[in-house]
């Protein structure tokens, strides 16, 4: 009898201890099934908050929430699609001192250049149900945010007058002085200007390159060589100099010059063609951008012995070329890139990277 007693406490024993084992093992597998679910969700946030900056950084706000939803379906978490409600998407601001997201009330708000995503899915437990749960709903945060440029490559060898773009935002001439930094609302004005409301002519070849209103040519590639360098870093070869605000650029010897009708011509008609204006004159058919240097301060001086201080990396629409009588004309309008370049500078992050910074 005892030993018949004995087995059948052993045998209780053993379906005691086999219901924790496996409720444990339960639990290990349901744990290991919750980080696949956070880990798929958060690539649905990801995607998610990628999707609405891109919006923002195309000057498309307004249609952010609604792309965004668009691609919480087309990655799924255990083949299902996760929620994310339009509240779910949030416009706002990025501090990247801080790395602090401020949640903007509008997505027309001038200072928008954040958005963050909360993305969630209801995880339901399996094996651990021996022990009466049933799941936990799991979520996922990100956020995208516009990062400002502090230096840029592949910019021409044009250097313009900052004044230049001030006079324009802020008619009359003289409103805003040098010292001025740009907003985010001067950035969203500029990135509204087209051709022809907003054309302008930029003078190259005068006597006074640093005139309001005219081109001054600078280095941008080192070592510079004259012609073949000015002729290269307009046709599209990309300047080897990282430029950003503060950078002191050293003024052309005016070798170069005499090569803008041609160069231009050329990097015109690989970006989308030109018409013939006359002998001396085309237009640039697709209106190409390009970046040049916007400047604060200079030397006072010509050609060589020039140099001027960059306040922006601005971006210009080339739009016309007009020639003759010592006097080149490059005709177009300020604006802002797509993607990347904008203008750059503390303290205004504005258009440029896109990144996940949460």
């Known amino acids: ?53 891109v919006e923002v950084n195309n000057k498309r706000p307004t249609n952010a929430t609604t792309v965004a939803l668009q691609y919480v379906p087309t990655n799924l978490v255990e083949r299902r699609s996760a929620t994310v409600n339009a509240a779910d998407v949030e416009p706002g601001s990025w501090n990247f001192a801080t790395n602090t997201f401020t949640p903007l009330a ?24 021996v ?14 945010a516009l990062g400002y440029v502090s230096t840029s490559d592949c910019i ?8 230049t773009l001030l006079n324009i935002l802020y008619p009359p001439a003289g409103t805003k002085n040098p010292s001025y930094n740009l907003t985010p ?3 969203q004005t500029l990135s509204a200007m087209s051709y022809p409301a907003d054309s302008i002519s930029l003078l190259q070849g005068t006597s006074n390159t640093v005139t309001n209103g005219n081109i001054a040519q600078v ?44 160069a231009l011509k050329t ?17 640039c058919n697709a209106h190409p951008k390009v970046k040049l240097v916007l400047w604060d301060q200079n030397n006072g001086l010509n050609g060589a012995n020039l140099t001027v201080r960059v306040k922006y990396v ?9 020639g003759g009588a010592g006097t080149t004309q490059v005709s177009g309008y300020f604006s802002t890139m797509a993607t990347t370049g904008g203008f750059t500078g503390t303290p205004n992050p504005t258009t440029g990277s896109i990144a996940l910074v949460q």
Do not use: H
């Open 219 to 262: 280095q941008v590639s080192n070592p510079w060589n004259g012609n073949n360098a000015y002729t290269n870093a307009i046709t599209g070869t990309c300047p080897n100099i990282d430029i950003g605000p503060g950078t002191i650029l050293n003024g052309d010897p005016g070798n170069g010059g005499g090569q803008t009708k041609t």
């Open 106 to 129: 509008s997505w027309t708000d001038p200072a928008v250049g954040a958005v963050r995503v909360t993305a969630r899915y209801p995880g339901a437990y399996t094996f651990a149900r």
């Open 185 to 187: 609302q001067d950035i």
């Open 267 to 283: 990097f015109c008609d690989a970006n989308g063609g030109t018409t013939s204006q006359g002998a001396q004159a085309f237009s």
């Open 156 to 163: 021409k060898p044009f250097a313009v007058s900052y004044q």
């Open 131 to 144: 022990f009466g749960g049933t799941g936990q709903t799991v979520s996922a945060r990100a956020v995208g």
């Open 1 to 53: 009898m005892e030993m018949r007693s004995r087995k059948g406490a052993t045998l209780v024993l053993v379906a005691i201890l086999m219901t924790v084992l496996v409720g444990f093992t339960g639990i290990a597998i349901d744990a290991s099934r919750l980080y696949v679910m956070r880990a798929q969700l958060q690539t649905v946030a990801d995607a998610t908050a990628i999707a609405a900056i």
């Open 314 to 322: 601005g971006v210009f629409s080339i739009t016309s070329f007009k």
